[in-house]
Each structure stands twice: as C-alpha cells, then as structure tokens.
C-alpha cells in the first residue's frame, strides 16, 4: 500500500466514471447547437433529451421537469429566487422555513436575502443533525410559501425524513425543496413517492461531470429562470446545451440506478469497518451525525485534542485525502457551522475529520487508514496544549 493515494473525499466530489468519461468524448462530436433545427443540431438535442429521461428516471420524476443547470449551487440558488419573486409579487406567504444545516449554496443565501428584510427560519437540529418534526411545527404556518430542507448532510450524513417533512409543508399550502446533492447514487431518491415539488442535484458528486446539475421541479410548481436569456429548457435556464456534461450526467444516472443497492452496502461496509476499526484503536473519539439515519458513506469523528487540519495534513502526508468538517469552506480554520449547529461543542468541531467512501475505495485502504492513524493522533495529543 506504501505510496498510494487513497481518496477518501467522496463528498467533496467523485471522479468520473469511466464510461462518463467514454460517453463525454463521444459526445463532444456532437458540436452541433441542440437549439438548431439542422441535423447537427437534431443529434446534439436527441443526446441532452436521452440524458433527460435518464436523469427524470432516476429520480422519479417526468423528463419536462427535469432542467439542467451549472450545478447544485445554481439549482439552490434558483429555487430561492423564484420564492423571492414570489414575495415581491406580494404573496400573502412571505416566510420561507429551511435549516442551520443547509450546503452554503442555501447558507449564504439566507444570509443574502435577511439582509433585504426577508423574512427566512431557520430550524434548528438535534445534537445528531436531525430535524425534529415537532420543532419544525412550530415553525409552519399559512404564511410560509416555501420549506426546504437537505436530504442527506455533506458532513455528518445526517438523512431527513423528506417525505414526511414534505407532508407538513404541503399541509400548510407551502411547497417543498430538497437539496439531494449528496444521497443520489446512496439512497433511493424519488421525487414523487416523497412529494417534493423542487429537487436539486449536481453531477461531480456521483462519478458524472463537474459543472453540470439539475433543477427539478413539479409541474404544479411555480417557475421562474434565474438566467435569463435564450428559449433552452422552455424559458426555465437560458444558455447553449452543454451536450458532453448533459450526456456524461445522463450515464452517470443510469449507473446511480444500476449499482444503487449494491453501493448503498458496499460502502455502509466500508464505514462501517473504519468507525469501528477506529474507535477500538483510539480511545476518547466521538462519532457525529446519526447513525440510525445516515448516507453509507459518510463518517465524521472529532478527535478531542487534535486539531482537524493537523490530522488532515498528516494524513496527506501518508497517502490519505479526507476533509475537515468544513469541507466547503476549505481554507478557513473556521469550525464545521454543521457540528456548531448540533451542538457539538467547538473543541470537539475543531478536530473534526470527513471520511467520505465512494465506488473505488477498498477494505484494503480502510486497514491502511486503521494503521496511520493512532500514531497520527497519538502524536498531535501529545503536541495539545489543551
Ligand atoms: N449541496 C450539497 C449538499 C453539496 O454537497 C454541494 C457540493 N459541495 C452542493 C450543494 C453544491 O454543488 P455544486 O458543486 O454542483 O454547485
């Protein structure tokens, strides 16, 4: 194992697959403007439309309310926007509800959009991620026109119960986003058996390509471009078919459905071994998140007294990629505000470390990680002034 990479930051984004990667050089034959009514143009449009259904399939919905975007980020972004229209236009519903827990993507957004006097919850979480369903309650109303709450956590793995949060949202008349960035491909995601109205997602987090993403949204649902522009995806999001991605992000979808529940095993193993492997070889570590109701792939540890960029640089040393809690902030020695907003004390954010597995990891660089770490922690607690 000496002198391998192990790639342990799945969450922050996954490799392509090789057949993403066969489909992506294809299709950048195709260089015709799937707008054009020419041949080339009819080519380029048939391959975005197969990746259309692909896409719809796997996360049940129709093909229509499939629209690709630049990513998650974008997706998130737009459904805010059109809310924040909404409340413009004078809707009598001007409260959006969401969490403390939300990607930055929503986080910032909410920051951006109090500072203009909208009026946006945010609900708090258990000390295990969760969103408790009569604390969320207390915070719907007739005035609320839009809840949205994540599916799965890109820290702790944290899943909510969408369908039954979807329930309460549509009971008051609101309507319902989920950020499934991080569950597709880990957890069966469908649209329609929870009831979401909006669903965002992003292709590098499931062995598809970066810069690429999908908004979905109900027909039922209200809809406003966020880019403005050409007439691509009926209005919805201006700008020229990115074919090759769409097509890469179309085959990445078939292969999430394909492999879903024999990843969806594989990988809890794989966590599974490392947590436990971990916790009999350091003593006085605490697993975050839930572990009843969390994405297989994701273990997030504090080590009390060891600092979480220490280990992670230490680790790299060793071969070892992970992240700190704070994956999205890299470069900011900030605590993760996911473990913050749990209520885990910030000692035990500032050790924090993001093990996140994917389809290419092996038990094998699990036992290589088992190895490196005692001595990695041993050494930093030694260095702990704490
Ligand atoms: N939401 C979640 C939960 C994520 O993990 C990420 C990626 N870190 C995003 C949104 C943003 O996705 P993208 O990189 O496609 O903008």
Known sequence: MENQIIYLDNNATTPMAEEVVAAIADANALFGNASSMHSYGREAAYAVEQARARVAELIECDPEEIVFTSGASEANNTVFSIFRDIIDLGSKRNRIVTTT??????????????????????????????????????????????????????????????????????????????????????????????????????????????????????????????????????????????????????????????????????????????????????????????????????????????????ILLYLDMEGIMVSTGSACASGSLEPSYVLLASGVDIELAHGSIRFSFGRYNTEEEVLYVLEKMPPIIKRLRGMSTR
């Open 101 to 310: 827990i939300e990607h930055p993507s929503i986080v910032e957004t909410v920051k951006f959009l109090r500072s203009r006097g909208y009026a946006i919850d945010e609900v708090p979480v258990d000390r295990t991620g969760m969103v408790s369903l009569d604390v969320l309650a207390t915070y719907l109303g007739e005035d609320v026109a839009l809840v949205s709450v994540m599916t799965g956590n890109n820290e702790i793995g944290t899943i909510q119960p969408i369908a039954e949060i979807a329930k309460m949202a549509h009971a008051v008349g609101a309507f319902m986003h989920t950020d499934a960035t991080q569950a597709i491909g880990k957890i069966p995601v469908t649209m329609k058996s929870w009831g979401v109205d909006y669903l965002s997602l992003s292709g590098h987090k499931f062995y598809g390509p970066k810069g690429i993403g999908v908004l979905a949204a109900r027909k039922k649902a209200p809809f406003e471009a966020f880019v403005h522009g050409g007439h691509q995806e009926g209005g919805k999001r201006a700008g020229t078919y990115n074919t090759p991605s769409i097509v890469g992000l179309g085959v990445a979808s078939e292969i999430a459905m394909r492999d879903l529940e024999s990843e969806h095993a594989r990988l809890w193993h794989l966590r599974e071994m490392l947590r436990i492997g971990l916790e009999e070889r350091i003593p006085n570590i605490v697993v975050n998140g839930n572990q009843d109701h969390c994405l297989p792939g994701t273990l997030d540890i504090s080590f009390p007294s060891a600092e979480g960029e220490s």
